[in-house]
């Protein structure tokens, strides 16, 4: 079974200041982790993915994740917010042969001016 | 331009009736999802379908039916015996992952609130 856990429901920062969003993984085969963005009833944007190769993922607006497996661990991160990302954020899993993607239960993203 | 598209946005309904929602893609995609999302809980899988003519129950599958005619499309129904429909659903598409990873392309949902 795979799943995904985030840490904090609600996460506040300042404009400007780094943004760290937490997701913990488990899954008993390599995994492939995403990070979607949702703003207020829209659907989901797809940030970044990690499949294979460089543990180092860069996504869109000035996201990115690193895998680390011996912490199975996948943390977004971003070095300065803007008040644009204000939004929530989903983790999710799946790996290779798997039709399901799994879902974190998400965390919203407030920026403080 | 290739995309996901759900109607209707906003949809009520009254207590008792069957509804439909409605999502089709043109991204020419194999495998077809429905989630539902309620607030703090994230995305519950309800059904999914790789291929025409076949679909499988997701974690949430009670009260709502699907089908898969053609591959552009995968209607919801959300019958009378789902007991408590209101939510959010969201319509996913993705290239079949027999060989690749699965990355999900969503629409901008349906609003569902019984009245």
């Known amino acids: 079974a795979q799943s995904v856990t985030q840490l904090g429901s609600h996460v506040s920062v300042s404009e400007g200041a780094l943004v760290l969003l937490r997701c913990n993984y488990s899954?008993?085969?390599?995994?492939?982790l995403f990070w979607y963005v949702q703003y207020p009833n829209q659907g989901l944007q797809l940030l970044l993915k990690?499949?294979?190769?460089?543990?180092l993922v860069k996504g869109i607006n000035g996201f990115e994740a690193e895998f680390k497996k011996s912490e199975t661990s996948f943390h977004l991160t971003k070095p300065s917010a803007h008040m644009s990302d204000a939004a929530e954020y989903f983790c999710?899993?799946?790996?290779?042969?798997?039709?399901?993607?799994?879902f974190g239960t998400g965390t919203r993203l407030t920026i403080i001016p | 331009d290739g995309g996901i598209t759900q109607s209707p946005k906003y949809l009520f309904r009254k207590e008792g009736q069957n509804v439909t929602l409605s999502c089709e893609q043109n991204?020419?995609?194999?495998?077809m999802y429905w989630y539902r999302q309620d607030p703090g809980q994230g995305l519950r899988l309800i059904y999914y379908?790789?291929?025409?003519?076949?679909?499988q129950k997701g974690d949430i599958a009670e009260g709502y039916s699907v089908s898969r005619e053609k591959k552009e499309s995968f209607p919801l129904t959300v019958t009378s015996a789902q007991k408590n429909p209101t939510a959010f659903y969201l319509c996913?598409?993705?290239?079949?992952?027999?060989?690749?990873?699965?990355?999900?392309?969503f629409g901008q949902g349906t609003r569902l609130t019984v009245v």
């Open positions: 990690y499949t294979t190769g460089a543990t």
């Open positions: 991204l020419n995609h194999d495998a």
């Open positions: 899954s008993s085969v390599p995994p492939y």
């Open positions: 996913a598409s993705s290239i079949e992952n027999a060989r690749m990873n699965t990355e999900a392309f």
């Open positions: 379908s790789q291929i025409v003519n076949d679909f």
């Open positions: 999710a899993v799946t790996y290779f042969g798997n039709e399901k993607l799994t």
